[in-house]
């Protein structure tokens, strides 16, 4: 049975005599580590500078330890084809919001795309449409005027802001690891309840796609001063692997910006990694 996307309330906090209490619905689920389903996410649509539109999609992944891992196929695809549209195959804990975007034509129209995932034995399906009660400000927050992060792979071409990133590959033979530098920059926009203290920004790096286990040397690299970052990525097989970073800004770190629900402010990096 394929079902459509689901939203979860399980609790309400209120005060009581000073002290706070959290109600639990009867019907709240019940945290799991591990075992449980992944339900794509679509997040909305908006502009690219160019006339395209980009229809951005995330995921939610129930358990909160279990990393999974769902192949392209027939139990992670999007129809009609391709099928592959750049999804991840490689699913983080929890909720990830804005991960990948699939661009379109700007005569998109009243066409859609589907995207399909089968995890622990449930399938899911979220349909991409261009509603105009789902547009997004993914470039800039209405509110603040905050932007994205800038990145780039290296110094001397141009940045990308937003979910649709930026894209470089490289090859890599065992055993040597993978050096991997990203130039990142920021306009240092805070949101107002952060104005009694310095704007935030930052990286992290996670697996995306591959057959193996990946290992950064630092997940979440210092920017130095001149904007690089630097890390190192380890394989322990060989494989076709794609590696995600997520630069984050006075919008929130990864953590809560994952789980807020907002859209704006971050911007992905794709590093396709043919390791040999």
Known sequence: MTRLGLGLCVGLGISINGYAVTLQNRDAPIPHSVGQSVTPAYEGWFFNPDGTIS?????????????????LGSSNRFDPAPADRGQPTHFLPRRQTGVFTVVVPADFGD??????LTANGETYAIPGRLRPEWQIDALQEVTSGNTPPALKF????????????????????????????????DDGVRKSRALGRPPQFGLVWSKYRGPGTVHFSEPEPKIDDGGMAVTTAMFDEPGEYVL?????????????????????????????????
Request: charged share 20%.
């Open 55 to 71: 229809l951005s999609f995330g995921y939610f992944n129930r358990n909160y330890e279990e990393h999974l891992d769902v192949p």
């Open 111 to 116: 066409q859609q795309v589907t995207w399909t």
């Open 154 to 185: 290296s110094a001397d071409t141009r940045p990308a802001q937003g979910p649709r990133g930026v894209r470089k590959k490289i090859d890599v033979s065992l055993p040597d690891p993978a050096q991997v530098a990203l130039w990142a920059t």
């Open 244 to 276: 995600r970073a997520l630069a984050w800004d006075d919008s929130g770190p990864q953590r809560s910006t994952m789980a807020s629900g907002f859209q704006c402010c971050w911007t992905n990096a794709y590093l396709e990694v043919s390791v040999r």
